[in-house]
T-cell receptor, first 111, second 113 residues
């Protein structure tokens, strides 16, 4: 089983659509959780951290379920500029501070 | 001001050569990483240094040798390059504190011919 698994995608959606990405992780001792965004031929950049109580940043909502080891990202009112690969990232503690990336889910928003 | 900078951005070299990639961060972070992104776009950790000490060494061939002269720098030297080493190599940095994110350099696209 992969350490971090994501929907394979790609997701092709029209502008204005709502799209949800799912992610599961295998290590129950994982400490922190993030969604990163990576544009074509660019470096990954933080989209948002994911907190236990769930959190929202504008059109983006992230949820964490520690019991199920499940993370989600909801994007409302999709824009063309949201087209990118979304990476689920889990940070392991224990002094290792290791960031483990999912394979990413590609989103293409069309007019 | 670039937070994490790595050089070169592109590197094309022949099989068997030795090459280095340099990385510097000006964020005052205590942890630096090297990640490899292969042709399938999967980002895999290679090494992690905390305060100049190697703390993560994934199953990477020993042709790859990281060096951290100080907290702000982490270089990657690769000996006897092989075709399969072709990938994008990303340097990143973060703080060891729990919820802090990692910042990435722009990547070095290595092509071995």
């Amino acid at each position: 089983r992969k350490e971090v698994e994501q929907d394979p995608g790609p997701f092709n959606v029209p502008e204005g659509a709502t799209v949800a990405f799912n992610c599961t992780y295998s290590n129950s001792a994982s400490q922190s959780f993030f969604w990163y965004r990576q544009d074509c031929r660019k470096e990954p950049k933080l989209l948002m951290s994911v907190y236990s109580s769930g959190n929202e940043d504008g059109r983006f909502t992230a949820q964490l379920n520690r019991a199920s080891q499940y993370i989600s990202l909801l994007i409302r009112d999709s824009k063309l500029s949201d087209s990118a690969t979304y990476l689920c990232v889990v940070k392991e503690g224990g002094g290792y501070n290791k960031l483990i990336f999912g394979a990413g889910t590609r989103l293409a928003v069309h007019p | 001001d670039t937070a994490v900078s790595q050089t070169p951005k592109y590197l094309v070299t022949q099989m068997g050569n030795d090459k280095s990639i340099k990385c510097e961060q000006n964020l005052g972070h205590d942890t630096m990483y090297w990640y490899k992104q292969d042709s399938k776009k999967f980002l895999k950790i290679m090494f992690s240094y905390n305060n100049k000490e190697l703390i993560i060494n994934e199953t990477v061939p020993n042709r790859f040798s990281p060096k951290s002269p100080d907290k702000a720098h982490l270089n990657l030297h690769i000996n006897s390059l092989e075709l399969g080493d072709s990938a994008v190599y990303f340097c990143a940095s973060s703080q060891v504190a729990r919820d802090t994110e990692a910042f990435f350099g722009q990547g070095t696209r290595l092509t071995v011919v």
